[in-house]
T-cell receptor
């Protein structure tokens, strides 16, 4: 099973709202990623968690707050977003260690619209 | 400098024909991995194929093959017998370094190629 799930599929929120995106995988992967993708652009890395610890923060504004409650779950808490934060948010996971090609498996994404 | 370059913003191919999507990369590492992903309009990024820098043979996965030319630093994706469902955005990506502990699997993506398959 190479499935990464993300909820919700679509989210519309106002600039004063607080919402959360959720990502889940049951492949035993210990690296998990958040990406932001604007239309017709490649994904941009936001955060990397390795063994449930934040390892990379690509200078993301503090209105985005990641959380990794356990090895299967990854959340992205959103607060006071701007309209330019509207995008597709992708979660991915990858195996950590071993001889596999370390491909990242992506979820279907959450389409976020900030009004 | 861009680490991954995809020079074809759009490609068109007739159903059942083969198509090659270009990708060149730039790295000074001896050990690296090259990936191709497909992204339909639904948004999900689907892993297609992987080539390691030390792999001597070109990678193949079903109708997908990777034409790896190390000296030219190119990793072109060949799709044989195109199908209407192949219409999507295709991204080439690279991971540098063999030690995942140092790179945490960070992927560098190209700008993508929009492939359209027509009947």
């Amino acid at each position: 099973d190479t499935e990464v799930t993300q909820t919700p599929k679509h989210l519309v929120m106002g600039m004063t709202n607080k919402k959360s995106l959720k990502c889940e995988q049951h492949m035993g992967h210990r690296a998990m990623y958040w990406y932001k993708q604007k239309a017709k652009k490649p994904p941009e890395l936001m955060f990397v968690y390795s063994y449930e610890k934040l390892s990379i923060n690509e200078s993301v504004p503090s209105r985005f707050s990641p959380e990794c409650p356990n090895s299967s779950l990854l959340n992205l808490h959103l607060h006071a977003l701007q309209p330019e934060d509207s995008a597709l948010y992708l979660c991915a996971s990858s195996q950590y260690g071993g001889t596999s090609p370390y491909e990242q498996y992506f979820g279907p994404g959450t389409r976020l619209t900030v009004t | 400098a861009q680490k991954i370059t995809q020079t074809q913003p759009g490609m068109f191919v007739q159903e059942k024909e083969a198509v090659t999507l270009d990708c060149t990369y730039d790295t000074s590492d001896q050990s690296y991995g090259l990936f191709w992903y497909k992204q339909p309009s639904s948004g999900e990024m689907i892993f297609l194929i992987y080539q390691g820098s030390y792999d001597e043979q070109n990678a193949t996965e079903g109708r997908y093959s990777l034409n790896f030319q190390k000296a030219r630093k190119s990793a072109n994706l060949v799709i044989s017998a195109s199908q209407l469902g192949d219409s999507a955005m295709y991204f080439c990506a690279m991971r540098e370094g063999h030690d995942r502990g140092s790179t945490l699997g960070r992927l560098y993506f190209g700008r993508g190629t929009q492939l359209t398959v027509w009947p």
